[in-house]
């Protein structure tokens, strides 16, 4: 509908027909709608579609506000900003009102008193979906003000009467009014901000300094929590908690394509001037080691391993490859296993390891990387598949890798050998020089660990033996 034909004033709203909704109403319509068209619930979240987006749809459908409980990575934030896919594109307000009063039922002292002198000739204005959404990190720090809201003291020196309702500056919370609202970590909200936050999800009402405004806000209410400061006892009040209608709890990828899914989603593009290969089993080393991470003994699990961490890795194997290929001159850049080294920068500060000591950390980090390869390496192939090649070092071949050498040297070094050719085909990936010493490293990385070949690893290259 253009602009010019949306209805100006609430006259002229009356007479199209609009029907006034809560904002919940409104949700469950939209989303009731793309159910029966066979859309997504919500675009580009991946890994979800039979655990945590059905119970979200309930939670719409029934009106609930929704706490979601996660670690960090799992995707909470992006559900969050999400919903407002679910509104619709414009509604009405009335023109020049700070918190959206709709202009059947305005609940402000401005439009109330508008609404009171000029009637149904009032004007009304459209806001779109995006201005209905507002989003507060939690922090300890956080004031009624921010919040609900505060005296204006501009308004005062204005020559308004500090008991007129007027002189209130309006917090997020009613800015938002007719819309969604999103908390990050809500556990982190002072107790006394929580009481505020209850007041206005189940009373309605707030106390502003000497005033006590009713404050009817028309409101979908979404939160964020990680699982152990929710449950833990004096993070949340017991009100406000019983104030939500759904739990929802999210989890990381449940499979490596989905992890793989979003890596590549999310990772940023490499410079235009380098063509850039990426080996879908490098990228399944990379998701794998995340997996690993996510089960390992040694590191703490209570904060989770982030989905981010494969995404930053997969983007370093990614840049390693550029700066090679700019360095050697070369015009294809192609990870490799070697590249894995690299990883430290992006893995490190991500992941906790249990009892460390001086060291514990490469070796963590070490143990995961080889459980990653050698899972990888035997999801496509079993070390008898390169007896052709084991016997090359068998009659004294060696091979030095790293990731400063040509890929060219590869192929001079280990000749042509049927298997590698037949193991391009199977990986789908073409035989160019580039690639090729990719899947070399990758294959004699394998044998290694299947404990085919020997392996010196000396000031950052390694040379394979028999």
Request: proline share 5%; glycine share 6%.
């Amino acid at each position: 509908m253009l602009t010019a034909a949306r209805p100006q004033t609430i006259a002229e709203l009356r007479a199209s027909g609009h029907r006034r909704e809560t904002v919940k109403e409104e949700m469950r319509r939209n989303l009731l709608t793309r159910l029966r068209a066979g859309e997504p619930l919500l675009a580009g979240i991946v890994g979800y579609d039979d655990t945590v987006l059905p119970q979200l749809a309930n939670a719409v459908i029934s009106g609930h506000d929704v706490i979601m409980l996660g670690e960090r990575g799992q995707a909470k934030s992006r559900i969050m900003r999400s919903r407002v896919s679910l509104l619709d594109e414009r509604v009405p307000v009335i023109a020049g009102c700070e918190i959206n009063d709709h202009p059947y039922d305005p609940i402000c002292r401005r439009c109330l008193d508008l609404v009171e002198q000029e009637g149904d000739e009032v004007t009304i204005a459209w806001v779109g979906r995006d201005r209905r959404y507002g989003e507060k990190l939690a922090t300890p720090d956080i004031s009624i003000a921010d919040l609900i809201g505060e005296v204006d003291p501009i308004k005062v020196a204005e020559g308004r009467y500090l008991a007129d309702e007027l002189t209130i500056h309006y917090g997020l919370l009613p800015r938002t009014n007719r819309g969604i609202f999103g908390i990050n970590e809500l556990p982190d909200l002072a107790e006394r901000i929580q009481v505020g936050l209850l007041n206005i999800m189940e009373e309605k009402d707030v106390q502003i300094r000497g005033y006590r405004v009713r404050l009817p806000l028309d409101l979908f209410v979404i939160a964020s929590a990680n699982p152990e400061d929710y449950t833990s006892r004096g993070r949340i009040i017991t009100p406000l908690k019983d104030r939500f209608g759904s739990q929802v709890r999210t989890h990381y990828p449940l499979s490596i394509s989905e992890e793989m899914q979003i890596m590549e989603a999310e990772r940023h593009a490499v410079p235009e001037d380098f063509e850039l290969i990426f080996p879908s089993f490098m990228k399944e080393v990379v998701a794998e080691l995340t997996h690993l991470a996510r089960r390992s003994p040694h590191i703490s699990q209570s904060s989770g391993v982030s989905v981010r961490m494969s995404i930053a890795n997969v983007e370093n194997l990614a840049s390693n490859a550029v700066r090679r290929a700019a360095r050697l001159g070369e015009t294809l850049a192609v990870p490799r296993i070697t590249d894995l080294a690299f990883l430290a920068s992006s893995t490190a500060g991500r992941v906790e390891i249990e009892a460390l000591d001086e060291g514990k950390e490469e070796q963590v980090l070490g143990r995961l990387e080889r459980g990653a390869i050698s899972s990888v390496f035997s999801r496509h192939f079993s070390a008898s598949q390169f007896e052709g090649v084991v016997s090359r070092f068998e009659e004294g071949a060696m091979l030095e890798v790293g990731e400063n050498i040509p890929a060219r040297a590869y192929t001079r070094a280990i000749g042509e050998v049927p298997e590698l050719a037949a193991a391009l085909k199977r990986l789908s990936l073409p035989d160019r020089p580039e690639v090729r010493a990719s899947v070399i490293e990758f294959v004699l990385e394998g044998l290694h660990l299947n404990k085919r070949l020997n392996k010196d690893e000396v000031e950052g290259r390694a040379i394979y033996r028999r």
